[in-house]
Nanobody, 125 residues
Framework: QVQLGESGGGLVEAGGSLRLSCTAS????????MGWFRQPPGKEREFVAA????????SYAHSLKGRFTISRDNAKNTVHLQMNWLEPEDTAVYYC??????????????????WGQGTQVTVSS
């Protein structure tokens, strides 16, 4: 069982930055693939980024690559999402998720077993 909790959301002006954190409980965090998803108002949940157990392999939504960076600190059971050059279109509830070990990085929400409660990110124009 893995429990996840996000933090770091808030209100930021367009062009600004935020760093989201997700802290996990559970002894097997180091083995899990970790992902970030977001759900804009009135829209479906969408993939943002994922990272493998070692932090070496990452995957990003094509439209976000270059502005967002995912990283993890296994010693602290934490995964981060650094978001730069934020745009109003980035406004959403951001969720972290955990996927048991797999040969590939999951990019679909249904592939993840554990979810945090989400943190709101609002970007003003």
């Amino acid at each position: 069982q893995v429990q996840l909790g996000e933090s770091g959301g808030g209100l930021v002006e367009a062009g600004g930055s935020l760093r989201l954190s997700c802290t996990a409980s559970g002894r097997f965090f180091n083995n899990y693939i970790m992902g970030w998803f977001r759900q804009p108002p009135g829209k479906e949940r969408e993939f943002v980024a994922a990272i493998n157990w070692s932090g070496i392999i990452t995957s990003y939504a094509h439209s976000l690559k270059g502005r967002f960076t995912i990283s993890r600190d296994n010693a602290k059971n934490t995964v981060h999402l650094q978001m730069n050059w934020l745009e109003p279109e980035d406004t959403a509830v951001y969720y972290c998720a955990a996927d048991p070990p797999s040969p590939t990085l999951a990019t679909e929400a249904h592939e993840y077993d554990y979810w945090g409660q989400g943190t709101q990110v609002t970007v003003s124009s």
